[in-house]
């Protein structure tokens, strides 16, 4: 069992940061891939970045390539999505995730969601 809490959403203007974080807890976190997920107000839930716990390897939605940054801080049982450059198509529910494969398309377990708003 793994559980996830995120933190960090909130209401920013185009072209703002925003940083996000989820503390896991749980299993041992070396055997997982933590992911972000997100899903858009009319819109279907869309995978957005993920790396393995144990060595970093990272994976990127093309859609925030070069604009989004996962990362995990492992004293801290904690994973991070640092979002730059943001625009209003960012505007959605935030979830984060853990899962055993690095592609998984439907995680094992979630958190409950943060709420990110990008203003035109």
């Known amino acids: 069992q793994v559980q996830l809490v995120e933190s960090g959403g909130g209401l920013v203007q185009a072209g703002g940061s925003l940083r996000l974080s989820c503390a896991v807890s749980?299993?041992?976190?070396?055997?997982?891939?933590m992911g972000w997920f997100r899903r858009a107000p009319g819109k279907e839930r869309e995978f957005v970045a993920a790396?393995?716990?144990?060595?970093?390897?990272?994976r990127y939605a093309d859609s925030v390539k070069g604009r989004f940054t996962i990362s995990r801080d492992n004293a801290k049982n904690t994973v991070y999505l640092q979002m730059n450059s943001l625009a209003p198509v960012d505007t959605a529910v935030y979830y984060c995730?853990?899962?055993?494969?690095?592609?998984?398309?439907?995680?094992?377990?979630w958190g409950q969601g943060t709420q990110v708003t990008v203003s035109s």
């Open positions: 995730t853990a899962d055993t494969s690095l592609a998984a398309r439907n995680p094992l377990y």
């Open positions: 749980g299993d041992t976190l070396r055997w997982y891939s």
């Open positions: 790396l393995t716990w144990e060595d970093g390897i990272t």
